[in-house]
């Protein structure tokens, strides 16, 4: 599993750069299928623009992808909310995708329990 942090309009120092692994680290613990993560850290630099810094979030699983996207008036404080809102959408995924391997088809069952009635006619 890799963490991929890119910056527009900004420099990412080391500090920033292990700010976001570690808090976004965290969502691995959640679900096991995750392939990459890839944080993206904007600022505009525009004096009028109170909440000018966003962390943008895309979590890419073996069956799909979550984004995440928050704004914040520092760059560590988006990344916790962004880190937040991440952590809830992968068990969210994680709960979806669960409850939908639990539901098979009805084709499925249908054979299963004609291949049990079958075995108990013949024993």
């Known amino acids: 599993m890799r963490i ?5 309009n ?3 120092t ?3 750069r292990a700010y976001a692994e570690e808090k976004i680290g965290k969502v691995m613990t959640h679900y096991d299928q995750i392939q990459s993560i890839d944080v993206v850290l904007n600022v505009i630099k525009n004096p009028s623009v109170s909440q000018g810094h966003t962390a943008e979030v895309i979590c890419k699983f073996v069956s799909g992808s979550v984004k995440a996207e928050e704004s914040a008036e520092t760059m560590y ?3 916790d909310l962004v880190a937040d809102k991440l952590s809830r959408l992968v068990d969210k995924f994680k709960k979806k995708q669960i409850s939908s391997s639990k ?3 009805i084709r499925t069952e249908a054979v299963s329990e ?7 006619v013949e024993s």
């Open 14 to 16: 080391d500090a920033i």
């Open 10 to 12: 900004i420099e990412i």
């Open 4 to 8: 991929t942090v890119t910056g527009r």
């Open 103 to 105: 539901n098979a088809s």
């Open 114 to 120: 004609v291949e049990e009635e079958v075995a108990a």
């Open 77 to 79: 404080a988006s990344i």
